[in-house]
């Protein structure tokens, strides 16, 4: 079902003329989807939730859909845009698949956009979140989430619970940006302050020093946005500089506290309030199955990239069964706009007008339950859009 396969490099124009050509020459005897995502460096944690989460949800509903058998091709990007582009053009020109999927970092979908563009085929968003995204092609709809619904959401409820002073920490590309820039609008509006701003790199930060001077600043919080594998890194050394005894809180998005490492960060992060689109302690029966189902075949919890990963196969599922098979780009992308489903994170649909994914947004909190952390959610806002693009 799962197959890698490697290439040579395709020469630059060659590569558009067959980019160009690959509506007509699809094969039809099977609906091949080209999954691009980071299965090394420091992002190899969304990889993995994104590819067991689908080998989960074809296990659970087959691998044949409108007659026609699914092959899933899977390639490493490393979460690097080059390698991302580089993978791509080879899926679509040699592999001539009908989607391309996956996209862990802002920066990989990115470099994918023009290439679904030329070749007009649906490229599926799992991963990340950035608001601009879907604007760059109209081949893209995403599953997973921007930044913008949760730190908004988060900036309200820090200013309205008490919260007056708060330091930033953000990983310093685009979806931290925006992570940044949406609850200073929501967290400022409303009366707080913003007493320390400090931005990260994204690839392998030390946070260490910057956390010396966070608790210099002596905030009431941190607001803390890190791509989803590195809030395990973030904790640690939070507590290794006592940021927790001085009694500065953590506040985000849920990226931080991803339910994927969330048991090994130690009661350093007990306490934390995140607004997020989905927790592993969902109190839904379909997410008690879906949990447990994954905790079965993989041996941990699932996060919520596995929950955008598994949504995202079930969007292509969908799409293919309303065309009856019929694998024409823009046939597909009509037939996801509009969608709508239950999911494991609760309803959620896909904006017609947008293709970005409208949801709940949970706020939560991390307590201990049986002896194990998670982030129990205590008060939902229902069916939110991608405010980065409501406020245009």
């Known amino acids: 079902m799962f197959e890698r396969k490697i290439f040579p490099r395709a020469a630059g124009a060659a590569v558009i003329a067959a ?7 699809k094969a039809e005897d099977s609906i091949k989807v080209g999954l691009i995502l980071p299965m090394t460096g420091g992002q190899a944690s969304t990889g993995k939730q994104i590819e067991n989460a689908i080998k989960l949800y074809m296990q659970q509903k087959g691998d044949t859909v409108a007659g026609k058998k699914v092959e899933i ?7 690097i845009p080059d390698k991302t582009k580089t993978a791509a053009q080879e899926l679509i020109v040699n592999d001539k698949v009908n989607f391309i999927a996956g996209f862990g970092v802002t920066p990989a979908a990115l470099a994918a956009a023009p290439l679904a563009t030329q070749a007009k085929i649906p490229e599926v968003v ?5 608001s ?3 604007e760059r092609s109209p081949y893209i709809v995403r599953t997973s989430f921007t930044l913008a619904q949760s730190s908004t959401i988060i900036g309200d409820w820090a200013v309205k619970n008490g919260i007056k002073k708060v330091a930033t920490l953000t990983s ?16 400022t509006a409303g009366g707080g302050e913003v007493v320390e701003e400090v931005k990260v790199p994204l690839q392998n930060p030390d946070f260490a020093p910057f956390l010396q001077r966070m608790k210099d600043a002596k905030p009431d919080a941190i607001f803390v946005f890190v791509p989803a594998g590195q809030g395990g890194n973030f904790m640690k050394q939070y507590a290794e500089r006592g940021l927790d005894k001085a009694g500065i809180k953590v506040i985000g998005p849920g990226d931080v506290t991803d339910d994927d490492l969330l048991n090994n960060m130690g009661d350093a992060v007990l306490g934390t309030v ?6 592993a302690a969902h109190p839904s029966q379909m997410n008690k199955d879906f949990v447990a189902a994954y905790k079965k075949a993989f041996g941990n919890r699932p996060g919520f990239m596995a929950v955008s990963g598994y949504d995202g196969i079930h969007l292509i599922y969908e799409a293919l069964k309303k065309t009856g098979g019929d694998t024409n780009g823009d046939k597909l992308i ?3 706009k509009g969608q709508k489903w239950e999911s494991p994170r609760g309803p959620i649909s896909i904006d017609p007008e947008t293709r970005d994914i409208v949801q709940n947004i949970y706020i939560r909190k991390v307590e201990k ?13 229902e069916a939110v859009k991608d405010l980065g693009k409501t406020k245009k």
């Open 334 to 336: 009509e037939a996801m």
């Open 73 to 79: 091709i899977l390639k490493d990007d490393a979460a």
């Open 369 to 381: 339950v049986d002896g194990e952390l998670y982030n129990v959610e205590f008060a939902t806002f």
């Open 172 to 187: 310093d590309y685009a979806p931290g940006n925006d992570a940044l820039n949406f609850f200073k609008q929501h967290f």
């Open 19 to 25: 980019l160009a050509a690959v509506a007509s020459a």
């Open 132 to 134: 601009i995204i879907t």
């Open 126 to 130: 799992m991963a990340a979140g950035t």
């Open 274 to 279: 995140t607004a997020h689109l989905y927790s």
